[in-house]
């Protein structure tokens, strides 16, 4: 059975850093890409990372480009995003999807249930 499953979340100051984890189980890594989205209240779910091992790319948003990395540790079948010098609005509900690749959730099929990212001053 696919599923993917976050972990990592929590509550951290301006300018912290948190590992997030997507943890893999029913596919392999390299048949898929993995992408990582975020959704605060209020606000449309909003693509920021994706990766896929079987054409080495990785993509990421405008928001997070230089701050967040997205890397992949085959033999654990778990896909991480490093997020550093977290800023307020880095604030939300994070989710992991198994897809096809790419910044737009309608090319992913399998979705995490998500786990909440608190940035405070």
């Known amino acids: 059975q696919l599923q993917v499953v976050e972990s990592g979340g929590g509550w951290v100051q301006v300018g912290g850093s948190l590992r997030l984890s997507c943890a893999g189980s029913?596919?392999?890594?390299?048949?898929?890409?993995i992408g990582w989205f975020r959704q605060a209240p209020g606000k449309d779910r909003e693509g920021i990372s994706s990766i896929s091992t079987r054409h080495d790319s990785t993509w990421y948003s405008d928001s997070v480009s230089g701050r967040f990395s997205i890397f992949a540790d085959s033999a654990k079948n778990t896909v991480y995003l490093q997020m550093n010098s977290l800023q307020v609005e880095d604030s939300a509900v994070y989710y992991c999807?198994?897809?096809?690749?790419?910044?737009?959730?309608?090319?992913?099929?399998?979705w995490g249930k998500g786990t909440r990212v608190t940035v405070s001053s």
């Open positions: 029913g596919f392999d890594l390299d048949s898929w890409a």
């Open positions: 999807a198994v897809g096809y690749g790419g910044p737009l959730a309608d090319e992913y099929v399998y």
